[in-house]
């Protein structure tokens, strides 16, 4: 990769100039992700994080329970968009090795008092649906899909996120398809629908002012998206939180507990119609990349590529890769973060050790999720990152391997 290039983290589908201003898609956004998905009804919101604000919401009018479980290592926005609601998080640990919730321990935290139990489908990874729901299922609690980061995975022949109760989907920037910050919502249940349409009705109205900024911004996205400029909007801030060792920064997860929440515009809608006919043979592109890198990585003797349970299918935007150890997983970093060739970390944290989340988590035992934030480092997927790239990142993989001491 030459030095101006950067690869970008996450293999996002790149916006045309005539997404922008060419003629009408046939279908409208919504319509098309129903039919995609193969559900009838989706609902689109200003991002993932407002779309389980309004599943939230939706679910604590239905009923009065008020504990909501989520997992140990996740998006931060998530443990912030169950406090902005009034309800109280409960942080389960995952499996060892896996960003899963282990068993034994959801099976413990979730009872009576239980709304609903977030099943996470990360980086593209799919969910053990099926030992989620039998928990759910005992204790009458609602699943909420968190999709945010798979959307057109497949679990069992239907789409990760259209499984549970409810499901949503994230389209920000990097994701995807993206309108710059968006969000699907989607439910099984047409009475929960009429709800979570009434309440969406209800607490998303149109902003102007944030309609304007987030048109500009896709717009600043579609032109910026490409190797040549990614260096100068991702590397470089990237770089540069990196030497003032400023982690959380770095991976874009410093949050606020402010959420926006408002409508989408037509604009918006009317480039991610566009854009969101290529997407199915993009995913499926990079399936197909993705397979002989998968196994390329795992002949590396000692790492683990993070895959999906049994009869399920995920996208590929990037590789979740365990290291043996924290040590390696560090000096991997050193020799391969600021190269340019999209290898990152995802969340920094186990959620409650990110610092503005720690006071209202409290003290969790999270022991794997921690474990798993130390070990894990991702690698894109991007059909921008070349095969001898590719080849130089599990050159040093395997070089870090030797030097310390684990293969
Ligand atoms: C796992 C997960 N859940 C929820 C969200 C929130 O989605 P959004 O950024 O669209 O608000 C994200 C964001 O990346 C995420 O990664």
Not at 149 to 177: M, P, Y
Not at 321 to 341: C, F
Not at 349 to 361: E, F, K, V
Not at 362 to 376: I, S, T, Y
Request: proline share 5%; glycine share 8%; charged share 20%.
């Amino acid at each position: 990769m030459p030095e101006w290039m950067e690869v970008p983290p996450t293999a996002g589908l790149p916006l045309f100039w005539r997404d922008f201003i060419g003629r009408a898609a046939s279908v409208p956004l919504e319509e098309f992700l129903a039919r995609w998905l193969g559900v009838p009804w989706v609902r689109l919101e200003c991002s993932g994080t407002s779309a389980l604000v309004i599943a939230l919401t939706t679910l604590a009018r239905i009923s009065t329970r008020r504990k909501v479980i989520l997992p140990g290592y996740t998006c931060p926005l998530v443990a912030l968009a169950v406090l902005h609601c009034g309800l109280v998080p409960v942080v389960c640990d995952v499996a060892p090795g896996t960003f899963d919730y282990c068993p034994a321990t959801l099976n413990r935290l979730c009872d009576r008092d239980t709304l609903a139990v977030i099943a996470t489908h990360l980086g593209g990874r799919v969910a053990d649906l099926a030992t989620i729901s039998a928990v759910t299922q005992r204790q009458g609690a609602f699943v909420i899909e968190d999709a945010a980061q798979s959307l057109g995975a497949q679990w069992k022949g239907q789409r990760a996120g259209t499984v549970g109760d409810i499901g949503f989907f994230s389209l920000a920037a990097g994701k995807g398809l993206t309108l710059y910050e968006g969000g699907v919502l989607v439910a099984r249940d047409p009475e929960v629908r009429r709800a979570l349409q009434a309440t969406s009705e209800r607490i998303a109205p149109y902003r102007l002012l944030w309609e304007l900024r987030r048109s500009f911004e896709l717009i600043a996205y579609g032109i910026s998206y490409r190797p040549s400029l990614l260096r100068l909007v991702y590397g470089m801030p990237l770089r540069s939180a990196l030497r003032k060792g400023r982690l959380v920064a770095a991976v874009g997860d410093e949050f606020s507990a402010a959420i926006p929440i408002h409508r989408v515009g037509a604009f918006r809608r009317a480039v991610g119609a566009r854009a969101a006919v290529r997407l199915p043979a993009f995913i499926e592109d990079l399936s197909i990349q993705a397979d002989p890198r998968k196994k390329m990585l795992e002949s590396i003797e000692g790492i683990t590529v993070i895959g999906d349970p049994e009869g399920s299918q995920g996208t590929w935007p990037f590789f979740m890769v365990l290291m043996p150890s924290a040590r390696a997983r560090d000096l991997a970093l050193d020799r391969l973060w600021r190269a340019g060739l999209g290898v990152t970390r995802l969340f920094i944290h186990a959620l409650p050790d990110y610092q503005y989340l720690s006071r209202q988590l409290g003290d969790c035992e999270v022991n794997n999720a921690r474990d798993f934030a130390a070990r894990m480092l991702t690698i894109s997927n991007s059909s921008w990152l070349r095969e001898r790239d590719f080849e130089r990142i599990c050159a040093e993989l395997t070089g870090v391997l030797r030097d310390s001491g684990q293969h």
